[in-house]
């Protein structure tokens, strides 16, 4: 089976061209493919995932993955999906997302010699002079064929129009996939399905430049079963660093999957074999959660390595209860089966001082502070609700006065909803 045939099983693609032709070339080992990364910020997060693996499925298969950094396309800023121009970072700002991001992806994708590259545009698009590559690379673009595109054809009719900066994206992204081309021999792009545009732009530069054939791939964008967008939670981003994201967030993030979801996100998002996936669909129940134990252990391991989903899933039994895992259940998983005393717990936790406690801190304002509500207002609405709990009580009023006679052995625990936790502790000053 070709690395294709996986994608395609597994649901990664939604678009390709070639497909014959695409199907042979792939029967040989060795073949250079790459995907671009926008550094818009010092972390990838869950929304990036679906390239990240299919770029590790293409490792597997014995393919060298190019992980191509737009540093020089950042200065710029992709306008597809977007419904006005992205705001300008500066130099620093984005090389400092440029080598975050390549750490980040070095957990996933082994770099060793040979293996897979790391590439960064800046390194070809920074010393371009404008006029050579009007002459050379201009003269291959449609105008007419370019405004047709979706990513432009929206921006040109939204009130905020598509700046001029922004137009010459496509040519750039384009001339990224000719430079792997002349330097790789990288004939194959893969992207999000907003890239599509982009991506043929790419394929029919190589050919009208080189007489080559060259190929495209798009998966699709995933949302989750309840419409809401992938790699969000509570507003917010989940984010691969472990410092904007702790493991242990990220596990619950997964846990907290949608039962819709729960077969799809697994063929996704790890590496256990679809036939043990597919079973998950006749699952209910608490065996249902048992896989979504399996889907959040694998995929925390995967991001933050095995020790990390360990102690993330010792802080789950610790709040939510054990969980013991069937045999029968994804037998391929590495996770524990049997529930381990493991001491570390890692939940979010936020410190206290103990003269701050001596007056006593209004209870909305300490889920605010926590990052369990987004203000202080939404607050005051989860306690009018009776959404929050400290220590697996109901606040009954927004104003409480947590003080120290609320603590146990030096902590307590707030809760927002049924499945966001956070620790407080004092903290001797």
């Given amino acids: 089976m070709t690395v294709l045939n996986v994608l395609k099983e597994r649901g990664f693609i939604d678009n390709q061209t070639h497909e014959e032709e695409l199907q042979a070339y792939l029967k040989k080992g060795g073949r250079h493919c790459y995907i671009g990364f926008d550094p818009t910020a010092d972390s990838l997060h869950v929304g990036h995932l679906v390239p990240i693996m299919s770029l590790a499925h293409m490792q597997q298969h014995g393919h060298i993955p190019i992980a191509l950094v737009g540093g020089g396309t950042g200065r710029i800023g992709d306008p597809s999906g977007k419904n006005e121009m992205r705001q300008m970072m500066t130099l620093d700002t984005i090389d400092k ?20 590259l790391l590439a960064n545009n800046a390194d070809w698009l920074a010393s ?29 009719e939204s009130e905020g129009g ?5 137009f010459n994206y496509m040519l750039l ?51 989750k079963s309840d419409g809401s967008k992938m790699g969000k939670t509570a507003g917010n ?19 907290n999957t949608d039962d819709r979801d729960v077969e799809r996100f697994l063929s996704l998002f790890t590496f256990l074999p679809m036939p043990e996936i597919r079973q998950v669909i006749n699952l209910v129940d608490g065996e249902l959660n048992q896989a979504k134990n399996v889907l959040a252990f694998e995929c925390t391991s995967l991001a933050h390595g095995r020790e990390a989903a360990l102690t993330a899933k010792a802080s789950s039994a610790e709040v939510f209860g054990n969980c013991t895992i069937s045999e029968r259940i994804l037998p391929s998983s590495s996770i524990p089966r049997k529930n381990e005393n493991k001491n ?3 939940l979010p936790t936020t410190c206290v001082s ?7 801190v209004p209870a909305y304002e300490l889920f605010f502070r926590t990052g369990l509500t987004q203000s202080g207002g939404e607050a005051r609405r989860l306690i009018s609700q ?21 603590f146990k052995d030096g902590e307590i625990f707030l809760r927002a909803g049924k499945k966001r936790f956070h620790r407080i502790q004092i903290e001797d000053q």
């Fill in 173 to 223: 992204q384009a001339f990224d996939f000719l430079t792997l081309f002349d330097r790789h021999d990288c004939r194959l792009q893969m992207g999000g399905s907003d890239q599509w545009g982009n991506i043929l732009a790419g394929v029919e530069l190589v050919r009208k430049s080189r007489q080559k054939t060259v190929f495209g791939i798009t998966y699709k964008l995933i949302t």
């Fill in 386 to 406: 009776g959404g929050a709990y400290i220590n697996g009580e109901t606040v009954t009023a927004f104003d409480l006065l947590v003080d120290s006679s609320h």
């Fill in 97 to 116: 997302n440029v080598q975050s991001i390549k750490r980040q992806l070095s957990v996933f994708i082994d770099f060793g010699e040979e293996a897979a």
């Fill in 128 to 156: 371009l002079q404008y006029v050579a590559f009007l002459r050379d690379i201009g003269r291959h673009f449609s105008i007419n064929k370019m405004v047709k595109a979706e990513s432009y054809r929206q921006r040109i």
């Fill in 162 to 166: 598509l700046s001029f900066i922004e």
């Fill in 344 to 346: 570390a717990i890692e």
């Fill in 354 to 360: 103990r003269n701050e406690l001596t007056k006593g």
């Fill in 237 to 255: 981003a989940v984010w691969l660093d472990p410092e904007r994201t702790s493991p242990y967030e990220y596990y619950q993030f997964w846990m």
